[in-house]
């Protein structure tokens, strides 16, 4: 079987600065995938290359073996990738329902937009207390159920998550990475960013580190948690 | 010295300079000849009285904390008084250069006329004048200041009645010709270009009385609530059709000039919905959308004028009008702007912020260029322009008569307001309030950042190129004089001062800009220095315009990104509950 996302001996960077070297990293349909690495490591540019915010200077990356390094963002989005942006990034001026309706911004169907709206209103009930609520004016929990919920809109077959667990407390961080674990049972498959490797390799089936743009080690979940290396070696410092 | 009063004192200085600058670029002595009360008081006065005690209420503030930052009175009235002395001091100087060392002040500075000396000096002898003019900053200052101890209620109704007395007498020789126009006896009113005392003491009270009745119920609007029978949904209709009533009567109640200046009113709030589509919904700051205005003047002037190169040598048979009409010009017209908004857009899109606008304002200048060379003068007609533009065709009626045209201008207008208001709540309206907010993320999001700029612009120009179209047709003539970088400016201006990305903003900002100036035509001379002025103070106090979009009232009131501090802290406080 083929990956249903694939990213292949990938080189990126912004201006004259080389970020990825030669990474690559498949992910299997239905899966949860992790990206490990500390700060500055290259995950979020990896997530933005895969959608096409950064071209890829070498190297292919596949969506259900079709290459997709070409596309335009707009593009890959409709194609069923989309992000959940690091610090949720929400577009804070607008009201809960105008940003799920971004996210739906280039589709057609309207009335499966409205289904999908009741969707995502009955994975975070909370959203809808707050539907004409600004996004700005939510708590930092409820703001990443939005963020969510607005990548959900465009019915995507593959997540990407850039840090979910940033800048919330341990109780919201478990309910999110809950949240993944049941989006994921839906159907959708999942590729994760983190810092925090315990509660990341909790909830995935297999898991890569990157470090300073080059992927040094990957392993299935279970073995890279067990794996007293992954610690000392590569993500040391941060699990404070 | 206590700082508080070094405060008013800096207040009053500033004051002063103020009436002085108001002085030296001469509009003082040009409002003179303005009476507000008639053989009383004229305008030129007044502007100095609103002027110390504009900085005599600004002294007597509260401080940031809600407390009083001195006491109000002690602050209005140093405040004023410096301001006057200031004047005063500033007076006397000049006078004795002239009159002492018989220096010829005048031929270095020509607004300082005689007529500017008397004024400042009350007609009395010099000494006298600055004592008057101090006195005259006390009182104001004074009064002023005290406004801070009434009540919110009393100081809104002071303020409105005001108000309504320097408007009512500045429109004075307008409201005559329409009450006249409607055979309403007002002699008792308005006398000649001012207003009579009884007139001032009417309005004053009227209108204070009128707001002091509204706030007793609560608000003009829950005042008509409260009568029998009506609700939010019908009173609403009532508005919409009352208001469409008198925009249909208006031009006969009113003479031919000031409907031609409710048609050019109108010609701006097309211009204004048009450009407020590309910097207020979509945040494209566009210096040069003159270039839309002129494509529409020149491709109608082209398409209908006698003088047109597509006329061939047929010019001197007088049976020969333009190459087609107006109706059919107009689509070939929008379609020439979109194609040129979209030319224009394409090489721009990357650029943000700064960058675009420069390069806007280039293409702006381009087109101006163009049309004025010698190298396109059998197309464009060179500096003179293309003339004999053919008026609009409507069933026979005489459009060139602009009670006439004023009807087709405001019908267009209607129009973009009502595509405007469209847009604004589709789907392109979010897609454009996402980019403005967050490029990056609207397009992770899958939002074509490409397409919707490009469509904010050709949208832009359609509607920009309907309001040249218009101005060809009214003034017969398409000219590369009618379309410099000032009319980019005004246009912003208007966007401005109603406030960004509001559509009923652009409309009160083209009535203030555009229809004030050209009926008080004293300011039209100073159109500039007021442009200046009221900008710094829109800035300055109402930054988010006069009938602010609630949106952008947001982004300019709240900071960017709460403090992650104050987030985590709630969720600190969530996660223990
Ligand atoms: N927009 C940008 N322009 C230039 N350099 C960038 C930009 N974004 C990130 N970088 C650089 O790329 C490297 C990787 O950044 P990033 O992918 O954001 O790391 P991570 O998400 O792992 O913290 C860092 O050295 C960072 O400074
Ligand atoms: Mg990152």
Request: glycine letters at 12%; aromatic letters at 8%.
């Amino acid at each position: 079987m083929t990956a249903i996302l694939s990213v292949n001996d990938v080189d990126a960077g912004y201006g004259p600065s080389e970020v990825l070297q030669k990474v690559n990293i498949y992910v299997d349909e239905g899966e949860i995938v992790c990206l490990l690495g500390s700060n500055a490591a290259g995950k979020s540019t990896t997530l933005r290359t895969i959608l096409g915010m950064v071209r890829a200077r070498a190297g292919t990356i596949s969506l259900r073996g079709e290459q997709i390094q070409t596309l335009s963002t707009q593009q890959i989005v409709s194609k069923g990738i989309t992000m959940v942006p690091e610090n949720r990034r929400l577009f804070a001026k607008m009201t809960v329902r105008e940003n799920l309706e971004i996210g739906a911004n280039m589709r057609r169907d309207k009335a499966e937009i409205l289904t999908d709206i009741d969707r995502v209103f009955l994975l975070f009930p909370r959203l809808k207390e707050r539907v004409a609520q600004k996004a700005g004016s939510m708590s930092g929990g409820e703001q990443q159920m939005l963020a969510i919920g607005r990548a959900l809109m465009a019915k995507p077959s593959v997540l990407l998550m850039d840090e979910p667990s940033m800048g919330l407390a341990p109780i919201l961080v478990q309910q999110v990475f809950e949240t993944i674990q049941q989006i994921n049972a839906d159907g959708v498959t999942v590729l994760v960013v983190e810092q925090n490797a315990n509660v990341a390799l909790a909830i995935a089936d297999r898991g890569y580190v990157i470090q300073t743009g080059r992927i040094v080690m990957s392993d299935t979940a279970k073995a890279m948690l067990a794996n007293p290396k992954l610690r000392d070696a590569y993500l040391g410092e941060l699990e404070g | 010295m206590t700082p508080e009063l070094r405060r008013s004192v800096r207040q009053g200085l500033i004051g002063g300079a103020v009436v002085l600058y108001l002085a030296s670029v001469g509009m003082l002595v040009a409002f003179d000849a303005r009476a507000i009360i008639t053989n009383v008081v004229n305008f030129a006065t007044v502007l100095i009285v609103i002027t110390f005690a504009a900085f005599g209420y600004l002294a007597g503030r509260p401080g940031k904390g809600g407390e009083p930052a001195q006491p109000f009175l002690l602050a209005g009235a140093v405040t004023g008084a410096v301001a006057g002395a200031t004047v005063g001091v500033v007076a006397v100087l000049v006078d004795f250069l002239i009159t002492g060392l018989e220096w010829d002040v005048r031929s270095m500075w020509t607004s300082v006329s005689p007529t500017l000396m008397e004024l400042l000096s009350f007609g009395q002898s010099p000494i006298v004048g600055a004592l008057l003019m101090t006195l005259l900053g006390f009182t104001a200052g004074l009064a002023a200041g005290s406004l801070h101890l009434a009540t919110t209620i009393t100081r809104k109704v002071i303020l409105l009645g005001l108000m309504a007395f320097v408007f009512g007498a500045l429109g004075a020789p307008l409201f005559k010709v329409m009450l006249d126009g409607m055979h309403i006896p007002n002699r008792w009113l308005f006398d000649r270009d001012g207003l009579t005392i009884t007139g001032a003491i009417v309005l004053f009270a009227a209108f204070g009385l009128a707001r002091l009745g509204s706030f007793r119920v609560g608000g003009p609007r829950q005042a008509l609530l409260k009568v029998p029978g009506t609700s939010e949904k019908n009173l609403r209709w009532v508005i919409s059709v009352l208001a469409l009533l008198g925009i249909a009567v208006l031009p006969w109640i009113v003479n031919d000039f000031v409907s031609d200046v409710l048609g050019f009113v109108g010609l701006y709030i097309l211009l204004g919905l048009g450009l407020n589509i590309v910097v207020g919904f979509a945040g494209l700051l566009d210096l040069g959308y003159v270039a839309f205005y002129a494509v529409g003047a020149y491709s109608v002037a082209i398409l209908t004028a006698r003088s047109s190169y597509l006329v061939g040598g047929s010019v001197t048979a007088p049976a020969v009008a333009g190459y087609t009409n107006f109706w059919v010009a107009v689509p070939i017209t929008i379609l020439i702007a979109v194609v040129i908004g979209v030319a224009i857009g394409a090489p721009v899109l990357r650029l943000r912020g700064d960058y675009l606008a420069i390069v806007t304002l280039g293409f702006g200048e381009i087109i101006r260029t163009l049309v004025l060379s010698d190298w396109l003068k059998a197309k464009f007609g060179g500096p003179q322009g293309l003339t004999e533009v053919a008026a609009v065709p409507f069933f026979g009626l005489n459009t060139r008569d602009p009670q006439i045209l004023y009807y087709l201008i405001y019908a267009f207008a209607g129009l973009a307001l009502f595509i405007s208001y469209r847009l604004k709540t589709s789907r392109v309206g979010r897609a454009w309030a996402a980019m403005r907010e967050d490029e990056d993320i609207a397009e992770g999001m899958g939002v074509s950042v490409i397409k919707y700029k490009l469509l904010a612009f050709a949208t832009g120009a359609a509607v920009g190129s309907l309001g040249g179209a218009f101005f060809a047709a009214k003034l017969s003539v398409a000219n590369p004089g009618s379309f410099t970088l000032l009319v980019s400016i005004n246009v912003l201006a208007v966007v401005v001062l109603g406030g960004i990305g509001s559509i009923p903003g652009v409309v009160v900002g083209s009535l203030v800009l555009v229809g004030l100036p050209e009926l008080l035509r004293e300011f039209g001379e100073f159109r500039l220095h007021i442009y200046g002025a009221i900008l710094i103070a829109i800035m300055i106090l109402k930054p988010e315009g006069l009938i602010p979009d609630k949106r952008r009232a947001l982004e300019l009131h709240q900071p960017d990104h709460q403090p992650e501090k104050s987030v985590l802290s709630a969720e600190a406080t969530e996660g223990i509950q």
